[in-house]
């Protein structure tokens, strides 16, 4: 149980300030600000098109939100692209994993940021030698790194998407439904790997629908409702039923324990 | 070197071994060394063609214009030798340039236009055509310079110049894809798309690259069609995108895209030349030639889909169950280690 001990007078990690994004004139995200410190892991939670994702992803820079502002470590920036995103620290497991299923692992790992020899050619053994060492940290079982990830079962392809979001010493990490596709021993792995992260000091988004998987991983929870923020809480003020009761009345417990 | 030879040559060199026996084994002329030098002088041009064909399936596009642009090029190249007086040592530089600059507008219409590489290219297939058309009136322009044809027809050491070209533009390609990272990036865009912009991969720029290097591999091709015929004509190349796009199929390339090794794809321009070889050598009318074109084209496609579909039923066979058959289609390893 992570009762929080997060010292919430520093500067944040992450500030997405008022931030709104429309498609077609449907407000996805509409005047929405969460926060995360060093060390902490904030849960995003809401139902199927509450907007948390895409909150997210205009923190991962896959899209651009229409007004608001980013700031990490009190800096504003901007995120045009994922690429941006990456130059902040910004790491990110997408739901989908984003992996490009003919290629194996280590291609997938270094995808778009390739090890190159110093003549400037892609160092496949180098690849596969960093990929090797960090999947036997992440998920010692792993053995295929010869074959196409397509090859690979759900929670091998998910410990390959970890591991990308893992090996380039994100600061900032998202995880979108991380355990969606895992069985429970694979689920237990990444609590760990959270923890473990969470040690080191880095903050992390965790997107979920799992009330349970919140209240165990998360310092804070931010709950989304037809693209508005309902509230944030800290996890250890309120109970399932009133994380409940934010997702599905979007009514908030009382007063705002987390601000 | 890992990368390069690898499992996915197999195939394609079973099927043009085997299309040669036959070949061999029902007309006896086809081993006559005068017919072999003039197989490899008859493959170059499409297989060269190919090469940028292919690199632009990998990337999960399409590319119909090459035809058309050989004969607007050849055109080019004949207004400026012929007519302007422009020394060859700089026209064929020239018209390479003018092939990568075709393409490179080719493949932004498509990557940053958002248009399917489908239609772009089919509507460069038509209009390219009628540009070729506008020069000279649409008339032929014949012998240009003499220093043209040994471009094509001459020997080093005894051996036909295109077999030098070849060599070297597969070569060159092979390096590309295999060993640096365009080349895994265009793997990357054909494979998933949506991966590859999230992982920061500049999508559009991979897009638009393999369609630069289509034009100049077509711009290639067409300095060679001149060279052959020492001529331009806004006849030249109809269906050689085809026979192009042929090639990348029947060696394996998925048009699906991320999928296929590029040395595959001479060998089936190869496996299609042996193929034309073998009928016009028996006298076939070029009527027949076409119907066995498409169904070579057919045929190399649905051994593509009944391969994975096999691949699947056996896995099930066997209780391979790592291996899911909903993902076979792409299963097959685009730069598999393991052979």
Avoid at chain 2, 92 to 119: D, K
Avoid at chain 2, 198 to 206: A, E, P, Q, S
Avoid at chain 2, 273 to 298: C, D, F, R, Y
């Amino acid at each position: 149980m992570a009762k929080s001990d997060i010292n919430r007078d520093q500067t944040p990690l992450v500030e997405m300030r008022d931030i709104c994004i429309s498609f077609g004139g449907v407000h996805a995200v509409d005047h929405v600000s969460v926060d995360l410190y060093p060390g902490e892991v904030v849960g995003l939670l809401g139902h199927n098109g509450a907007g948390k994702s895409t909150l997210i992803k205009i923190l991962s820079g896959a899209y651009q939100g229409d007004s608001g502002e980013i700031l990490i470590n009190g800096e504003r920036v901007e995120i045009n692209n994922p690429r941006d995103a990456r130059s902040h620290k910004i790491e990110t497991i997408y739901q989908t994993l984003a992996l490009a299923d003919n290629l194996d692992a280590a291609s997938n790992l270094f995808l778009g940021r390739e090890l190159v020899t110093s003549f400037g050619l892609v160092d496949d053994d180098a690849m596969e030698s960093e990929c090797r060492k960090i999947m036997g940290r992440l998920n010692p079982n792993f053995k295929k790194f010869a074959e196409p990830v397509s090859a690979l079962s759900g929670g091998q392809r998910q410990s390959v998407a970890i591991a990308r979001a893992v090996y380039f010493d994100a600061r900032i990490l998202i995880m979108d439904e991380p355990t969606a596709a895992l069985g429970p021993h694979e689920t237990q792995m990444v609590s760990e790997l959270i923890q473990q992260l969470k040690a080191e000091g880095i903050g992390i988004f965790l997107i979920s629908h799992d009330i349970h998987d919140v209240m165990e991983l998360c310092d804070r929870a931010s709950v989304m409702k037809n693209g508005k923020l309902v509230g944030t809480v800290d996890v250890g003020d309120v109970t399932d039923d009133d994380l409940l009761g934010m997702i599905i009345l979007g009514k908030h417990p009382g007063a705002r324990e987390a601000e | 070197m890992k990368r390069i030879f690898d499992s996915q040559l197999i195939g394609p060199f079973a099927a043009m071994m085997i299309v040669a026996l036959v070949v061999a084994l029902t007309t006896e002329r086809f081993l006559n060394p005068g017919n072999l030098s003039n197989l490899s002088l008859q493959v170059s041009i499409v297989a060269l063609i190919a090469i940028g064909s292919t690199i632009v399936i990998f990337a999960a596009g399409i590319d119909l214009s090459s035809g058309s642009m050989v004969a607007l090029l050849t055109m080019i190249l004949a207004q400026v030798l012929k007519f302007m007086g422009i020394p060859l040592m700089m026209a064929v530089p020239l018209i390479l340039i003018v092939g990568g600059l075709l393409g490179f507008v080719l493949g932004a219409i498509t990557a940053y236009g958002r248009i399917p590489a489908f239609i772009t290219t089919l509507a460069a297939l038509i209009a390219f055509r009628g540009l070729a058309l506008t020069f000279n009136n649409g008339s032929p322009i014949f012998s240009l310079d003499p220093a043209l044809e040994p471009l094509f027809y001459g020997k080093v050491a005894g051996i036909p110049m295109p077999f030098f070209y070849l060599v070297f533009f597969y070569g060159l390609a092979a390096f590309i894809m295999n060993f640096t990272k365009l080349g895994r990036e265009i793997y990357a865009v054909g494979g998933n798309p949506a991966a590859a912009v999230l992982t920061g991969i500049n999508v559009r720029k991979v897009q638009t690259m393999t369609f630069v290097i289509a034009g100049f591999m077509t711009a290639v091709g067409a300095v060679l069609m001149s060279a052959r015929l020492n001529s331009g004509s806004p006849n030249y190349g109809q269906t050689l995108e085809l026979q192009a796009i042929a090639a990348a199929v029947v060696g394996g390339a998925s048009l699906a895209g991320g999928r296929g090794n590029i040395l595959a794809t001479l060998m089936g321009a190869m496996t299609i030349v042996i193929v034309q070889n073998g009928l016009n050598l028996n006298a076939a009318p070029s009527s027949v030639q076409n119907i066995v074109l498409g169904a070579i084209i057919l045929l190399a496609v649905g051994i593509d889909m009944w391969r994975t579909e096999l691949s699947a039923t056996i896995g099930r066979l066997f209780g391979h169950s790592d291996q899911p058959a909903s993902r076979a289609s792409s299963a097959k390893p685009a730069t598999s280690k393991d052979s």
